[in-house]
């Protein structure tokens, strides 16, 4: 089970906080990519006014193509389940990761902003699909705690980002195009180890309808015998969802029996986007700037930050197991 946690989240949302974290150390490379560019293509030398806009398009892209991953996510682990629509979402990074690999070469910083946007659709889908597969395959005692582990991977994402964003390592100007694109490295790691393990039994039984496949998937994710308590519970959500269909988003606003819990995941997914966290991430190297810190310093405070979220999720989930 830990080592399934592992490869579901090297590629899934540890993805998210490291596509965060690595467009910080570039800024100043890329917006003179941008300037290069403009003027090698028009004769056009660009305020720097209309350069942050241009940087600042690059960068919050991502979340459009984040909104777009997770409306596809539903209907894509429906059709092709919560293990195979994770391996699929790979689609999306390798593409952006090429993209981002040559569009230096090119002199095009419209392919950074293609790529951003499907970074921001893998996004979206591992950040939906993930716990999803992590929820269904837990154990019913840890499967808060399982599912948890999707946003110490993310933090973990965030700071190993800014590690290799370093200039010590990918973050200078000859190596910015590696820095963006090295994100396919966990996608492969995925793509080679996640294939290995069973799919989520909940989504055999329930969606497939294969009783046996359920339970070696079971067996083989507990090491042991399946409870009959178990197979039980999945067995019943069985029976009371025979006959439904998936509903679509916008009719769980007409249903009544799930509007509070509607307004409560609204109210604190509102809350953790608009708090300004992904922003610092953004756009650390102007805020660290702005308070007074020198420019080779900047780098390193950026880490801190990372680091403090990732310590607090590590001291949060230890609890959940401990109790």
């Known amino acids: ?34 300037n290069e560019t403009f003027l090698e293509r028009w004769d056009v030398q660009l305020e720097e006014y209309q350069v942050t806009l241009v940087w600042t398009i690059i960068v919050s892209i991502f979340s459009l193509g ?24 790979n689609i999306f990074l390798m593409t952006a990761a090429l993209l981002a690999l040559t569009s230096r070469t090119a002199r095009s910083f419209e392919m950074i902003m293609i790529s951003r946007v499907l970074v921001g659709i893998n996004a979206g889908i591992s950040m939906n699909v993930q716990p999803m597969y992590f929820g269904e395959s ?11 582990s999707s946003a110490v991977f993310t933090a973990f994402g965030v700071v190993l980002g800014q590690v290799v964003g370093l200039r010590e390592i990918l973050g200078s100007e000859p190596c910015w195009q590696y820095l963006l694109a090295s994100n396919a490295i966990p996608g492969l790691i995925q ?13 055999l039984l329930i969606d497939r309808g294969d009783k046996e496949a359920c339970i070696n998937a079971l067996r083989r994710l507990r090491g042991c015998e399946v409870q009959s308590s178990e197979l039980d519970e999945i067995l019943q959500e069985q029976a009371e969802t025979k006959g439904m269909r998936a509903s679509h988003p916008w009719e769980l606003f007409t249903d009544r029996s ?16 608009l708090c300004g966290n992904d922003s610092i991430y953004f756009y650390a190297s102007y805020v660290f700037k702005e308070a007074g810190i020198s420019d080779d310093k900047i780098q390193y405070a950026t880490i801190g930050t990372g680091t403090c979220e990732f310590t607090a999720l590590c001291l949060l989930h230890f609890a959940f197991f401990k109790n």
Do not use: D
């Open 138 to 148: 837990a154990p019913k005692h840890l499967r808060g705690a399982i599912s948890l």
């Open 191 to 203: 793509l080679l180890t996640l294939p290995w393990f069973p799919e989520s039994p909940r989504y």
């Open 258 to 273: 799930v509007r509070w819990q509607l307004i409560s995941v609204m109210i604190i997914s509102s809350a953790m986007q």
């Open 1 to 34: 089970m830990v080592l399934m946690i592992a490869s579901a989240s090297i590629g899934g949302t540890l993805q998210y906080g490291y596509n965060l974290a690595i467009m910080n150390a570039p800024t100043t490379f890329i917006q003179s990519f941008i």
């Open 66 to 89: 984040g909104f777009a991953g997770a409306l596809i996510a539903g209907p894509m682990t429906i059709r092709f389940g919560r293990k195979k629509c994770l391996l699929l979402n």
